[in-house]
């Protein structure tokens, strides 16, 4: 089936310009994840949705980075004004809580390079 | 607060060489424990997971037992492969179904 697809897999911006990165959950899929992972380093964690309302925003890194969810589906994470401390891997990740056994399992999408010159 | 501890890298074996790499954790009440593997150029995927104390997670070879009492969750496997190289990540369960990772570990195997 269907995966958790990203757009674009790749993105280099201009410092300033603004980035809209997009995520596709699994279908039926009520929670979704977006993470940050910078060259070598693990995940940080950024923004955690459940249907369409984030209980936690908390890894957001400043407010130039918000995101939205709806329709419990696509996911888009902007950064505006971007920085170069900004490139990296941004990565989605969506799970069902509703399913006792897998329900902390994410399955991750390939992620977005971006890259701010 | 909740955190994962994993053992630095790179770690570089031979081909056909015991691999451990180390996990520990700190939490209250019993987590759900998992290892995640990156694959050079992949997005990450679920190796294995364990819910409960004494559990063991099994998958394509590699093994991980679930030890409350050393709040431990170590990735063994008995022969690796260069195919096998990649960066492994542990990581617990957290509240409101968020996980907790550890810094990844990245595995080189040399044929």
């Known amino acids: 089936g269907a995966g958790v697809s990203q757009s674009p897999s790749n993105k280099v911006t201009e410092k300033g310009k603004d980035v809209e990165l997009r995520c596709d959950p699994i279908?039926?899929?009520?929670?979704l994840y977006w993470y940050r992972q910078r060259l070598g380093q693990g995940l940080e964690f950024l923004i955690y949705?459940?249907?369409?309302?984030?209980?936690?925003k908390s890894g957001l890194p400043s407010d130039r980075f918000s995101a939205e969810r709806t329709g419990e589906s696509v996911s888009t994470l902007t950064i505006q004004r971007t920085q170069q401390e900004d490139s990296a891997v941004y990565l989605c990740?969506?799970?069902?809580?509703?399913?006792?056994?897998?329900?902390?399992?994410?399955?991750f999408g390939p992620g977005t390079r971006l890259t701010v010159t | 607060g909740d955190s994962v501890t994993q053992m630095e890298g790179p770690v570089t074996l031979s081909e056909e060489a015991f691999l451990t790499i180390n996990c520990t954790y700190t939490?209250?009440?019993?987590?759900?424990l998992f290892w995640y593997v990156q694959y050079p150029g992949e997005g990450l995927q679920l190796l294995l997971k364990?819910?409960?104390a004494d559990d063991k997670g099994s998958n394509k070879g590699f093994e991980a037992t679930y030890r409350k009492e050393t709040t431990s969750f170590h990735l063994e496997k008995g022969s690796v492969q260069v195919s096998d190289s990649a960066v492994y990540f542990c990581?617990?369960?957290?509240?409101?179904?968020?996980?907790?990772w550890g810094a990844g570990t990245k595995l080189i195997i040399k044929p």
């Open positions: 279908s039926g899929h009520t929670a």
């Open positions: 990740a969506s799970s069902f809580p509703g399913q006792t056994d897998l329900r902390y399992e994410q399955y």
């Open positions: 939490a209250t009440g019993y987590p759900s």
């Open positions: 990581a617990l369960h957290y509240s409101n179904y968020q996980l907790i």
């Open positions: 949705f459940q249907g369409n309302s984030a209980p936690d």
């Open positions: 364990a819910t409960k």
